[in-house]
């Protein structure tokens, strides 16, 4: 889980998509995500299947895991699923993990709050994620004007109403997600469970409330539907796969151990504790301090226990490498990428691995590695800065500066990517691949600018940070 607090810049906002945006000091310390592959692939597996229940591509859903102790999970910008790791730190088990993902496909898949999610569909991530805790937090100080924005189309929406379902969108989400629980073979228990917790926060304030409770109108119909389901659904009695259960397990450990303080860590799960996830949780404790006389021998362990498991040699490469112990971190992670190739998260942390090692004869297979990492995730501006790298140490001059700017374009810093594209075009070939790459950049680099000019918003195109 390397850096697994990759904090957002707050400045960079979807073009055209948000126009303002004020979030208060408190609300930006918050506005994070995690990426974890391990935990990325747990809930991919989860959600998979209910994906294609609703008739959705799975691949086409983005999952992102917020870095944010409030029990809440939405979906904003079409096709973008934000699950808290409050939540997911909260839940008891896997089946209310997996019932508040079904309620959630069935407002991806019946199109709620479309014309708002449609505004924000370009947009990124980050920019999504800040301007709804710009919102909550202006829901949650009673301050409306910690938290403003206009929507394109020129259609001002208030950010208290921003997630805001209404009774009959949350009745037909439930509904939907009943069904794609049956069509799964999978009880809806875990969903009604996590209701009846929510359910007792309806008298509290405002501010003390739970996001998720705020912006999915609890009744005691929605409950009273649920109750009639699992009590006549011939699955509510079904249970999940054993491996399921472990998977839950480990990621609530995973996560408090690396988000709450060490000593925490090892009252929770202590010496005598000797379940996987214990040793997992204590080996992180151990890695943070850092202590890897200790961390090293429990994640060996877990490794000789489970081999076949690519997270626990990730997990040994990450402490090594982040020690500066790089040449021992090399061959962890290469078992990890070779237990899970298709992984992005892996084969990029396995391409700077091998960079740092300043090996030239490992520059053609970091290459590879980062360009197999940006064929699943082209989003991911660290991959084209290391790419970048790569290329120039290479020699490979003009697909260096293409990797330059399409960074740059993730960054907001439009003319940085025409400079860059501009150079790939005039080295590239006409006509092959990279020069219709280099092309494609420096139309939409030249768009954005414009598109920021014309909103005269004060923001520095050179280096995409506002001016003073």
């Known amino acids: 889980m390397k850096r697994l607090l990759a904090f957002v810049h707050l400045s960079v906002l979807a073009a055209c998509a948000l126009v303002a945006l004020a979030v208060p000091p408190a609300a930006a310390e918050r506005i994070s995500f995690i990426r974890d592959t391990e935990i990325e692939n747990t809930i991919l597996t989860w959600a998979t299947p209910l994906f294609e229940a609703a008739g959705l591509q799975p691949d086409a859903i983005q999952i992102y895991i917020v870095n944010d102790r409030s029990l809440n999970a939405f979906v904003a910008g079409g096709q973008k699923l934000f699950i808290n790791t409050g939540l997911l730190m909260a839940s008891e088990n896997a089946d209310q993990v997996i019932g508040v993902i079904a309620h959630e496909t069935g407002h991806i898949a019946g199109g709620h709050l479309a014309r708002t999610h449609d505004a924000l569909r370009d947009s990124t991530a980050t920019s999504i994620l800040a301007f709804v805790l710009g919102g909550l937090a202006a829901i949650a100080s009673q301050r409306p004007d910690l938290g403003a924005a206009i929507i394109a189309g020129g259609q001002s929406a208030g950010l208290r109403n921003f997630l805001q379902y209404s009774r009959t969108q949350e009745y037909a989400a439930d509904q939907a997600a009943m069904k794609f629980l049956d069509e799964t073979h999978t009880s809806a228990k875990g969903l009604l469970d996590f209701m009846h917790t929510l359910s007792g926060q309806d008298l509290l304030s405002t501010s003390r409330q739970d996001p998720y409770m705020r912006t999915h109108p609890m009744t005691r119909d929605r409950i009273a539907a649920l109750e009639q389901h699992v009590a006549t659904s011939p699955y509510s009695k079904t249970e999940l796969p054993a491996e399921y259960d472990r998977m839950h397990r480990v990621m609530r450990a995973k996560l408090f151990a690396f988000m709450e303080p060490g000593l925490r860590t090892l009252r929770r799960y202590p010496e005598t504790d000797n379940s996987e996830e214990a040793r997992l949780a204590r080996a992180i404790a151990f890695y943070r301090r850092p202590d890897l006389d200790r961390a090293l021998p429990l994640v060996d362990g877990l490794i000789a226990e489970f081999p076949d498991n690519p997270f626990y040699h990730e997990l040994r490469g990450q402490m090594l490498f982040e020690n500066g112990r790089v040449k021992e971190a090399l061959p962890a ?92 075009e005039r080295e590239l070939p006409r006509g092959s691949s ?26 520095n195109l050179s280096d995409g940070r506002r001016s003073r």
Request: net charge positive; proline share 3%.
């Open 333 to 424: 992670y290469r078992e990890a990428v070779r237990l899970l190739p298709k992984s992005p998260l892996l084969r990029r942390a396995y391409g700077h691995v091998q960079l740092e090692m300043n090996d030239p004869a490992l520059l053609p297979e970091a290459i590879e590695n980062l360009r197999t990492a940006l064929a699943h995730d082209r989003t991911d501006a660290f991959a084209w800065r290391q790419l970048a790298i790569a290329y120039g140490r290479d020699g490979q001059t003009a697909q260096g500066a293409l990797a330059l700017a399409e960074e740059a374009m993730l960054q907001g810093r439009h003319r940085d990517a025409i400079y860059h594209a501009g150079k790939a």
């Open 434 to 459: 990279g020069w219709l790459q280099a092309q494609d950049l420096l139309a939409h680099a030249e768009q954005a600018k414009e598109r920021a000019k014309a909103r005269g918003d004060g923001r």
